[in-house]
């Protein structure tokens, strides 16, 4: 019996370590991402959005003429673990480019990884200016630089609000730290003076103090930058205690994805966040990869997803176009690229004093009857914005 | 102070006993728990977290009020913690090992497990359960046209900080009046004398810790209508419920209510008056001077008095 | 044999970078032998004095912001951090233990793990010293290769096997074993077990700093989510001793491989997803109800096992 259980475990371990049997031609490719931990929903909704884009290149023929074989590694948002993966992918398996990851300490060690072993890496989501600072030749970044995340709610707080006053609430991340410090800096230009600026620690319960604060200095605008659910945390309580902005804004992440409606109920209603993607966009494939998106798995996708799913295109444009799969002819070609993709033109440039990054073009979105809603640039917008919001008390 | 001002201070006030409240729903099930057996339950906020999805499945599904759920998750989680002590940790506090402490391992991995089932189970995914009067509130001016301050009470937070109430004067009640609850109590206090007294020790200890997970369950019920979850929520409650345990005094509830309510406060001025970044080194620079100065916690000094249980 | 088993496994490691190890793997092997230069520290500490800390965090956080604050504040090398480090840290250490180590048991165990909490958001806070949540970043690691990497923390690895063993093995280490037996029968014989656990404490910090210094020189980066994680490293400390045998001179090391290579192995099976966490979760619960004292102390639990296997065919 015991002999017989043994050889049941042994067999199933087994089973499980049997690589899985692939086309002999396919082209493998590895992506590190955080699948358990605290960042995993973002790591989730990448995942997924990877997975669509494989199978679309895919049925168009993949990368010269070999299918991509995606698989994933959970990096469990640890850079040291980030970077075990990241070293086995450039030494055993040989893959020529990397995409991937999320946080932004996980994307830092992977990014010095890639530039010392001089492999591409093309950063996807992670945020921190510094990434793309430190005069690397192999990273390459698709999304903005935190410094740009808030730049259309800064526009349109210049043309449409015109602050005398705001007050800046930020998690205490390297993201919300960032995101802070870059809307201080806005702040100035825009005759607007800062009042309060606080930070808050990640989880927290109850902001109420916080707000009361915040009330009492009575700003025109509450600009805040948190990672998750914390936004929608913040807009319940600012609902409970009646404290009337005139506008209340948020730097993307926790305030761009569906959660925060869900959450927040009417209480997000007349939010408006910096994003860096929406569904209603006008760019080629937006449109349809938000509906693919949902119809598999229940959601309209955030930025993070749209970016995935564009940085897999981008890959496959560099890879097809490379004229090998070296190191320098796939960076060249990267540096090269200039496609039009669902998440917006992508184009790698050297300014600011960033390198081979692509700076595009960010968004306002503004919950409207419940719906994310693009409101500025006008250009891009899908419905008008609505300014002045009603004080809570007249709302119904 | 002018009346803006007094506003803030009365609203800081306020938010602070409601998270008191909160804090002691959460620390009164580890208090118990550690009272009793002086074990390290690394696992406490996993288990509020199946508290939280069997709430939000329940919600989901069938539209049941997350504080009706109560009635699911509250009998789920005391079977969990039956199982959980009876099948893992009694075997692990039986043998006699070099560092008692080993049974942290076991609670570290059962975190993992449970953690990891959720994700598994409902992907890394933020839930809510979005409840009608999630964001309601009532309003001193509303009933006061011309109060010079307008202070706010929220409904949820109040419902949770009087369930805290009720479930603590309950257990006093269950701990100081019942067969089983003086049998609980005598096993905390001394093991070997209560064993020489005919108690079933092991049994208390499975009764206790099926008890202390079934506390931690209903305080998930009464938090997920405020917060979200998420697969790995845990580990920061788990924290908090370490600082009420040894504020509020080891294994004493009405310790745990008037610990919950200092930090509550505490905490809340520190946000408002200091930089709510701060808010957590507070938290913990009490923890470390009561463990240091006063080591029996909240508890002792109403013992001292004669007020304790 | 047994005798002989430190200088084998010692001379191989040694070679072991000789072999031509794919750079994959030589990561795997330094980030063992740091975790059981962590896990010696700790076990000097928890498994022979007896004072379990959960906040192991806290010292190998303050000896990975030594050489960071050098490099970011000072534009030294983060190398200076590792001499550096050990002054800071024992100072740190003097002042921990002063705090916490007349409390006893899990007293003792929630107080450093809370001390570990308090470092981590101060270092958040003080934004001018730490640079906050942005962390601090090396511009250029030292070497591409991880040769020196490697034999760095192999030598760190062979001083602390050593110290703790001289210790263990002097008037000191009975002492510590004394207290962890009962205290309170070790201060009526005269002990001054105050000072001998300040001293226990002090060197256990110091290597797990030291630890901390080269993890920022390795990994090139820091913030303080990385290195004063509760669970990442204070609670990963206690289960590498703990799973690999607590109070014996061998257990860390082995824990160390069971908790970085044998999670790294779960965590890369293609099929498993994220459930290897659960999979590695009933892992430890299997070993600690099975093995209390972990795998090297309860060697000969193992080894009757395949006894009576064999015995009975």
Known sequence: MKHLAVAVSLLFLFGLFAAPVLAADAFDLVIPLPLTGKPAKFGEIMKRSYEIAAEEINAKGGVKGRKIALSFEDSTGKPEIARSIVEKLIDTKKQPIIVGEYTSSCAKAVAAIAEERKTPYLVVASADDDITQKNYKYVFRQNQVNAHYGDAVVSFLKEVVKPKTIAILYESSAFGTSGADAMEKDAAPMGAKVV???????????????????????????????????????????????????????????????????????????????????????????????????????????????????????????????????????????????????????????????????????????????????IWPKSHASKPYVYPVPSWKDRK | MSSIQLEVLLQTLISGILLGGLYALIGIGMTIIMGVMKI??????????????????????????PYLSILVAAPALFLLGVAIQKFLINPVLRVEAIIPENQV?????????????????????????????????????????????????????????????????????FLTRTDTGKSIRATAQDLDAAQLMGVNVQRMRVITFGIGS?????????????????????????????????????????????????????????????????????????FVAVLIFIPGGVASLLRSRKLGK | MKTYLPYITLTILAVLPLLGLSSYWMHIAILVIMWSVIGMAWNLLGGYCGQVSFGHAAFFGVGAYTAAMLYNKLHLSAWWGIPASVFVVALFALLLGYICLRLRGPYFA??????????????????????????????????????????????????????????????????????????????????????????????SGVITGLAGAFYMNYMGYIDPK????????????????????????????????????????????????????????????????FLPNGIVGDFSKIRNLFRTRKAAP
């Open chain 1, 196 to 374: 309060v600026k606080e930070k808050f620690e990640t989880g927290a319960i109850d902001f109420k103090p916080l707000l009361s604060k915040v009330k009492a200095a009575q700003p025109d605008v509450v600009y805040t930058v948190a990672y998750a659910n914390e936004a929608q945390l913040i807009m319940k309580q600012a609902k409970e205690l009646r404290i009337d902005m005139k506008l209340y804004a948020g730097g993307a992440a926790g305030f761009a994805i569906p959660e925060f409606i869900k959450g927040a109920q009417d209480a997000a209603e007349y939010v408006v966040s910096a994003t860096l993607w929406t569904p209603q966009l006008k760019y080629p494939g937006a449109r349809e990869f938000a509906d693919k998106y949902k119809a598999k798995h229940g959601d309209y996708p955030s930025y993070h997803g749209a970016s995935a799913y564009a940085a897999l295109y981008v890959a496959a444009d560099a890879l097809n176009r490379a004229k090998d799969w070296t190191a320098d002819a796939i960076r060249d070609a990267l540096k090269a690229t200039n496609l039009k993709t669902a998440y917006g033109p992508v184009k790698f440039e050297d300014k600011e004093g960033y390198q081979n990054q692509n700076f595009h073009e960010t968004l306002a979105i503004q919950v409207q009857k419940g719906e994310f809603e693009t």
């Open chain 2, 40 to 65: 390290i339950n690394l696992a406490h906020g996993e288990l509020m977290m199946v508290a939280m999805y069997i709430a939000y499945v329940l919600f989901s599904a069938f539209h049941i009020d």
């Open chain 2, 105 to 173: 391992i076991l609670t570290v991995g059962i975190g993992m497990v449970l953690a990891n089932l959720a994700t598994i189970i409902f992907q890394s995914d933020y839930r809510q359960t979005p409840v009608p009067y999630a964001t309601k509130a009532w309003y001193l001016r509303d009933y006061w046209k011309d109060s010079p301050v307008d202070i706010s009470l929220s409904l949820p937070w109040t419902v949770s900080f009087t369930v805290a109430l009720l479930i603590t004067a309950g257990l006093w009640f």
């Open chain 2, 214 to 286: 079934a506390l931690v369950g209903t305080a998930g019920c009464l938090f997920i209508p405020i917060y979200y979850i998420y697969p790995d929520i845990g580990g920061q409650f788990t924290l908090i419920s370490f600082v009420i345990t040894i504020l509020g005094g080891l294994g004493s509830t009405v310790g745990a209510i008037i610990g919950g309510l200092i930090l509550g406060i505490f905490e809340s001025l520190t946000a408002t008056y200091i930089g709510m970044g701060w808010a957590p080194v507070g938290r913990f620079m009490i």
């Open chain 3, 110 to 203: 929630l107080a450093t793990l809370s001390i570990g909490v308090i470092m981590r958001i101060t270092a958040e806070n003080l934004v001018g010293l730490t640079n906050g949540d942005v962390g601090i970043q090396l511009d250029k690691r030292t070497w591409i290769d991880k040769t020196w990497y490697y034999y760095i923390i192999l030598l760190m690895a062979v001083g602390a096997f050593v110290a703790v063993k001289k210790i263990i093995g002097s008037k000191l280490g009975y002492y510590f074993v004394a207290i962890r037996e009962d205290q309170d029968a070790a201060e009526s014989l005269g002990i001054d077990t105050t000072r001998y656990k300040t001293i226990a404490l002090v060197i």
């Open chain 3, 226 to 289: 990385v290195v004063f994680a509760l669970h990442d490293i204070s609670i990963i400390t206690i289960m590498v001793v703990m799973v690999g045998g607590a109070a014996t001179s061998a257990g860390p090391v082995v824990g160390a491989v069971i908790m970085v290579l044998l999670a790294e192995l779960i965590r890369s099976i293609p099929k498993l997803g994220t459930a290897h966490h659960t999979l590695f979760g009933v892992l430890l619960i299997v070993i600690i109800i």
